[in-house]
């Protein structure tokens, strides 16, 4: 088991070596250098000369990459040049509001489409099914901002339901109760929107899991004993369907990072996905790299921990 | 009653179905699926047609007066009235729905034959030949899915110093051709396992001939799944990326940009029909890919036929 998880984490190295890699080129072609922001059109160009030597800019580019990684790693990236302030702290804080908006949505998440998926597999192809089907099949087909856009016209600007942008009302100080029920509610639907989008696989994975379930020995020699089929159901067939599930949370961070880009930006969430935007159209670059790097850190932490997950529920599938 | 007996003899005389066969069995099995493929072609080819015939110069051109016209009002200048209202500019929506439609699908269409070309090149070689070639892509197909791709695009089209819609397409394509390679190549590896294979290697036949010739007639209806799955997301993806403003060039009007229009909360709410007609394109034209996607799916796997 421990084999497992310690290879799986070395193969993420050479991957993070060459994504930082990439990186740090991209960041060579973008104009602007680490201390923008500390210099003004006014410095004397003997002044940024002299800057450039004492931060090693003239140095060969394998020295300047091993710092760049050094200070990546002490989770330096820069000064914002917009924001006039580390962009590795800017970061932080963003992070803290993309961090909750993504546990709400996996939470939502796993609560319609847990429910949806049994009910699908154990009433298969009935008129139920049907309808879960047609609903999995919609929320696969439609893109995360079409649906983000009528979900914010619909139910946050036409019915009124929802608050239309932030994380937070003004009005409340940190850390009351009233604080907190309001970041919940504006938390909840971009949260519903992300979840309705990831229900997909989920619902699918279940129902045919079920479904094969159904047909399995063990399920056939528990209804001879005499149990009845509704615990047949609870206690036999969910928990077998329901542990490769668990193996999706990993990928559900990753696939929730991309479309924190757009869930964030339309619902005006201050979270790093808002943050990249911003940063791209204001050319911050120093706060650009720290967030590709930072979410191409996450995406592979989200596939180890799927395949950690993976490993621990099916044994079948460990690297040996 | 009577017709489906006379069918059903019909196919007993005759050879096995053929590919087409059975694809268009399926089809009028899944009535959503046949009304989708027809709107789809209807629409597409309308599109195409449509565009042909609009003076992009005049659509394009400001009418400040006819600002925010609501749908169905006259034009100021009386030369007819908007069907589907005007934007901020006084510019036809309608007009510019066709047009930037046009675009999107053209440009989707594009990129999902560069990225299935080489997706399918790719996968067929290293399923097929497997050792180092396959090792190599394999660790660069592996890469490229866990890298935060949406990001690095976006990335790339803000630092490419001469930008229009080719290096867009490159761009896109850079990042997502490995889906289809994946597929590819792990059909491809059960195939080459197959008799046939064996037996035309013996037989001294070129590597080349085998693969193209052999091995991807045999997955053909697979890739045409694929490739029609494809589509439907880079429709999405392009939208996507356009509606965040990273997509086509502003010059290039796409049903990205007509939906970006609400960015500003007084469009989104007060001037509705600025925006909602693209994203209902949008999500139409994704659910009938989709479902043409699917039937062509059960109908590449005997299992899961209808008809």
């Known amino acids: 088991m421990w084999k497992t998880i310690v290879r799986r984490f070395l193969i993420m190295i050479p991957q993070l070596f060459v994504l930082s890699l990439i990186i740090f080129i991209m960041a060579q072609f973008m104009p602007g250098d680490p201390f923008t922001g500390a210099i003004t059109p006014e410095t004397d160009p003997a002044r940024i000369e002299e800057l450039r030597e004492k931060n090693g800019l003239n140095d060969p580019w394998y020295q300047q990459y091993g710092r760049w990684v050094g200070n990546a790693f002490q989770g330096e990236f820069g000064m914002s040049y917009t924001f006039k302030r580390d962009a590795g702290s800017l970061i932080g804080e963003r992070a803290v509001n993309t961090f909750w908006l993504s546990l709400a949505s996996v939470i939502i998440l796993y609560v319609l489409a847990i429910p949806l998926g049994v009910l699908a597999g154990r009433y298969h192809n009935s008129l139920l099914d049907r309808a879960i089907i047609l609903y999995s099949f919609v929320s696969y087909a439609i893109p995360t901002f079409i649906l983000a856009l009528l979900f914010l016209f619909f139910f946050g600007y036409t019915l009124g339901w929802f608050p239309t942008s932030g994380s937070v009302d003004i009005k409340y100080d940190p850390g009351t109760f009233g604080y907190i029920m309001n970041k919940i509610y504006h938390i909840l639907l971009p949260a519903t929107t992300y979840a309705i989008l990831g229900t997909t696989t989920v619902i699918q994975y279940l129902r045919s899991e079920i479904i094969d379930a159904k047909g399995q020995d063990y399920v056939r020699t528990a209804r001879s004993k005499g149990i009845p089929m509704r615990k047949v159901y609870s206690r036999h067939i969910f928990r077998n369907s329901l542990l490769p599930i668990a193996a999706f949370i990993g990928f559900t961070i990753t696939g929730l990072l991309g479309g924190s880009i757009f869930i964030e930006t339309i619902f005006g969430y201050p979270g790093m996905g808002q943050l990249f935007i911003s940063s791209i159209l204001s050319r911050d670059y120093s706060v650009i790299t720290a967030l590709v790097m930072l979410y191409g850190f996450l995406a592979l932490l989200g596939s180890l921990l799927s395949d950690i997950i993976m490993s621990i529920v099916d044994p079948r599938i460990r690297i040996e | ?307």
């Open chain 2, 1 to 307: 009653m009577s017709i489906e007996l006379t069918e059903n003899k019909e196919i007993a005389v005759s050879s096995p179905p053929t590919g087409w066969q059975v694809i268009w069995r399926e089809f009028k099995k899944d009535k959503v699926a046949l009304f989708s493929l027809v709107g789809l072609v209807v629409v597409i080819l309308g599109v195409f047609i449509w565009a042909w015939f609009i003076d992009q110069e005049a659509l394009m051109k400001i009418s400040l007066r006819d600002k925010y016209a609501a749908p169905g009002t006259e034009q100021y200048s009386g030369l007819g009235s908007y069907f589907l209202g005007a934007d901020q500019g006084g510019r036809d929506i309608f007009g510019q729905l066709i047009v930037g439609a046009r675009n999107s699908i053209a440009i989707a269409i594009a990129i999902t034959l560069i990225t299935g070309i080489f997706g399918i090149v790719v996968g067929l070689v290293c399923g097929y030949f497997g050792g180092w070639i396959d090792n190599m892509f394999m660790r660069i197909i592996d890469f490229f899915i866990t890298i935060p791709s949406l990001m690095l695009i976006i990335v790339f089209v803000t630092i490419v110093p001469k930008y229009d819609v080719p290096a867009f397409i490159m761009i896109m394509s850079i990042f997502l051709w490995t889906g289809t390679a994946r597929l590819v190549r792990s059909k491809a590896l059960s195939e080459s396992r197959r008799d046939y294979v064996n037996a035309s290697k013996t037989l001294g036949t070129n590597d080349f001939i085998i693969i193209f010739k052999e091995i991807m007639p045999n997955l053909s209806s697979i890739l045409i799944v694929e490739m029609t799955l494809n589509f439907a997301g880079n429709v999405g993806i392009e939208t996507g990326l356009s509606y965040l403003g990273f997509g086509l060039p502003p010059s290039t009007p796409s049903l990205g940009t007509l939906v970006s229009y609400a960015n500003n909360p007084l469009v989104l709410y007060e001037y509705w029909w600025c925006w909602l007609p693209a994203a209902v394109f949008i999500l139409l034209m994704m659910l009938g890919i989709n479902y043409v996607g699917q039937a062509l799916r059960r109908a590449a796997d005997a299992k899961q036929r209808l008809g």
